[in-house]
């Protein structure tokens, strides 16, 4: 996949997802106390968790290398070659490069490829200055394509002199810009899986003997330094400059979320352990004093605190521990009934979310008392036959008091239609009209007035009866 629609597609997942981001409602902060600018960012969510001055203006210090690999993985994108294409080292590459290198040779032929592995995981400013040679003509004109691209993202406070990321005072960005910057090269696949790695070997070429690399970035590995990995990490970039300090960019990935973490002008600072140990002699025999003991010695050991990293990886824990993604509804969550006339075998439906609502929030949310349904009917009641899936009304979340979203309510399952009770209403109908009121007023008056009629007739004939019993009782006892 081009970077180009790699890009789009994160963009996009992020434009969906935000809105159904939510404010992060009374949950602590992070453990940061030596960085002087901190940011740690979920993409799913499309939310800052946490963040301290990410607006100063702060000198990038290795970080610039991110930027410089993200316009070079670019640029192999187009060749035909790809990352296979082989550079060679010119000299002004040669006697541009100070600081962290990999020895790289006049001459030296090393693919596309491998020079990103030098300038991701070694941090190698000789790698940086070849690949700059190799896509703009120089480092100058390498620049100049550093720099629209930093505007071309919406970097407006970043503006580049060099791609290695050596202190100069016109060089700086910040934690915003710098949040764009690893946005758009973590979509890289080639620089996510090259800034993942631990170690790499780059193979032998014409000037010298395979290189076994390991990566810079401890959140990654403790091959080389413990107690800043973090099993969770995914990348990005680092590196530090005594003005603008130790600077990282620390990815992770767990439970489907991917964080990002930012920390810049941290002071790296050096500490010397003692250790005790005991003295031994030329042989390799331990040595005692004069009452017979072991001699004791007291090493120093020194070792330096990336304090940049301690506070990225802080960050890093803090946000998967803290956070997550909750269904506040679902398909499967009954919101409501409403009445159903005219069915068979039911005079009420369930209604259910059309697509679920998940929310990105604290992992102590209170779901009874924080997240808040409501929902609006089209109608107080529907007539049969409905469709499974007919939608019918509407259903908010809220969070904390926060609008959230809504969905539509759907009924749950079809409903058949009653033929007698269809009947049955359709004569209900009729007999509420003008004309049937009428026609039935006549026949109720017809009616009484027959049974009225009928009632008199019958009490005639009786009365006539017993007329003519009487009458002839009276002629019996006249004879």
Known sequence: MKLKNRIIALCACVFTLTCFAVPAHGIGKPDVKYSECALVYCIESNQRLYESNTDRVIYPAGLVKLMTALVASEYALGLDEGYGRICTVSPTAYYSTAGNDINLQIGEQMSMYNLLVGVLLAGANDCANVLAEEVAGSIDEFVLMMNEKAESLGMTNTHYTNPTGLHDDEMVTTVDDLLILALYASADQYISEIAAKKTETIPATNRDNARYLGTRNYLVSDNAVSGYYYRYATGLACGSTVQGGYCVIGTASHNGLNFIAISTGAQNVKVIDREQVLEVDENGDLVYDDEGNPVILVEEISHTDFRGLTDAKNMLYWADSSFRYIKAVDRSTPICEIKVRLAKNTDRAVLLPEF?????????????????????????????????????????????????????????TTIEQSTMLVILDAAWQICKTPFARVALISIAVAVIAYIIINAVERQKKKNAAKRRRLHSTDTKYLQ
């Open 356 to 412: 679920p609502i998940e929310l990105f929030v604290p992992t102590d949310v209170d779901r009874v008392n924080d997240i808040v349904l409501d929902w609006t009917l089209d109608s107080d009641v529907l007539y049969a036959p409905v469709k499974a899936g007919e939608r019918v009304g509407t259903v908010r979340v809220t969070y904390m008091g926060d609008f959230i979203g809504e969905v539509p309510l759907i009924v749950n």
